[in-house]
């Protein structure tokens, strides 16, 4: 899943895609680079970050994802409103990836049952403003994994076919950097959940912050992180995620190929120590 922010005020790539020409051709870029899908948001969830009104939402996303979409491109809209999601699908998303899971706007999960549309839903404790302050739990992944549960419940109350839903653990989101390696490390128990599960940890902070600078303790630029970005969507990947969302698509491209085709050749060994 490639990134296409139409903000400009992201963490990693604030307004360098805001205006929609340059944002369609940097989605077609990605596309040549190899994205399976492109996801085109027009609201920041960075810490803190406040939200546009729903028009200038609106404003933001639907020329880009009209645009991408009659190229050809399978565009997904990162949206947490109903109402830009449905403009979106009428302009030509086919997937709906919601941060919020369905918390953010009562009438999203009704307008997914009535489109059975793919919809992902996040692990989410709050809008980016006061999230930070939720990162409180007993065992990170038992407590997301039980409220993800719960929102597939939800959802599939409201009429969410099953099989339309994406799971995300939503790293960064209301979790301190301990969280995300704890999420990472045990990711098949978010995949027990019995859904596709999607892992964004494009350029996320924790990664700055591992990588940070011996000497100054600055943590590493966000635009520098790219190859740690690879490196957890090779593990992800190798633990059965359905998807990675990410900004550099032809190396993370490059290296979840490696990963299946080791996968492959490691299953032909395991069956070939089995006919002896």
């Known amino acids: 899943m490639g990134i296409v922010n139409v903000t400009p005020d992201s963490f990693s790539d604030g307004g360098r895609w805001f205006d929609p020409r340059r944002a369609v051709a940097h989605g077609l870029a990605l596309l040549d680079e190899g994205a399976d ?26 020329p880009v994802v009209r ?4 190229a050809g491109a399978t565009v997904s809209v990162d949206t947490m409103r109903a109402e830009v999601a449905a403009r979106a699908m009428e ?14 706007d009562p009438a999203m999960l009704p307008l997914m049952a009535r489109a059975g549309t793919p919809y992902v839903l996040m692990h ?13 739990y007993d065992d990170v992944v038992t407590d ?11 959802a599939l109350r409201a009429g969410v076919p099953v099989d339309c839903l994406v799971v995300d653990p939503g790293l ?7 969280h995300n390696w704890r999420l990472l490390g045990r990711l098949p128990e978010v995949a027990a959940l019995g859904r596709p599960v999607l892992v964004g940890a494009a ?25 740690a970005t690879s490196a957890v969507s090779v593990l992800a990947a190798a633990q059965g995620a359905w998807c990675v969302r990410v900004h550099d698509v032809a190396s993370t491209a490059d290296a979840v190929r490696v990963t299946a085709r080791w996968g492959l050749e490691s299953t032909a060994n395991q069956h070939s120590t089995l006919r002896f």
């Open 91 to 104: 302009a030509g998303a086919a997937l709906v990836n919601d941060v919020s899971g369905g918390l953010a």
């Open 67 to 70: 645009e991408l979409a009659a």
């Open 172 to 178: 960064g989101f209301a979790k301190h950097a301990e």
């Open 203 to 227: 350029r996320k902070s924790f990664l700055g912050h591992l990588l940070a600078d011996p000497e100054t303790g600055r943590p590493r630029p966000a635009h520098l992180r790219d190859a």
């Open 37 to 62: 899908i492109l996801d085109v948001g027009g609201e920041s969830t960075r810490p803190g970050a406040a939200r546009p009104e729903v028009g200038e939402e609106l404003r933001r996303v639907l």
């Open 144 to 154: 997301v994994v039980d409220e993800l549960r719960a929102r597939v419940d939800v």
């Open 124 to 136: 989410w404790r709050g809008h980016s403003a006061g999230m930070q302050a939720n990162a409180v």
